[in-house]
């Protein structure tokens, strides 16, 4: 089984950037594809962001699109996302998952989970 860790949230300004980063360990890491969901308060988790075991196929929210971008390093084992135009709308605790296989909208079918890293856009 794989085990995630994320890094890289914070407190951004409306139309900042950040990137997040999340290291794989324990597992085949190109046995997986990944994503990233987010969990704003109240709110269900939703899906943002999936990337395929080669990264050479993606899928975005609607919500995101033209603005986040997933990339995965497969030597080092980690999988980003780079967030520009942040709006405050997008804060949220984010997490990356693991799906044997391809990636789901449908966090249900995720094999792992990390454990959050908060993003707080101000405006």
């Known amino acids: 089984q794989v085990q995630l860790a994320e890094s890289g949230g914070g407190l951004v300004q409306a139309g900042g950037s950040l990137r997040l980063s999340c290291a794989a360990s324990?597992?085949?890491?190109?046995?997986?594809?990944m994503a990233w969901f987010r969990q704003a308060p109240g709110q269900e988790r939703e899906f943002v962001a999936g990337i395929s075991w080669s990264g050479t196929s993606t899928n975005y929210a609607n919500s995101v699109k033209g603005r986040f971008t997933a990339s995965r390093d497969n030597a080092k084992n980690t999988v980003y996302l780079q967030m520009n135009s942040l709006k405050p709308a997008d804060t949220a605790v984010y997490y990356c998952a693991a799906r044997w296989r391809g990636y789901s909208v449908h966090p249900q079918e995720y094999d792992a989970w990390g454990q959050g890293t908060q993003v707080t856009v101000s405006s």
């Open positions: 324990g597992d085949t890491f190109t046995d997986y594809a």
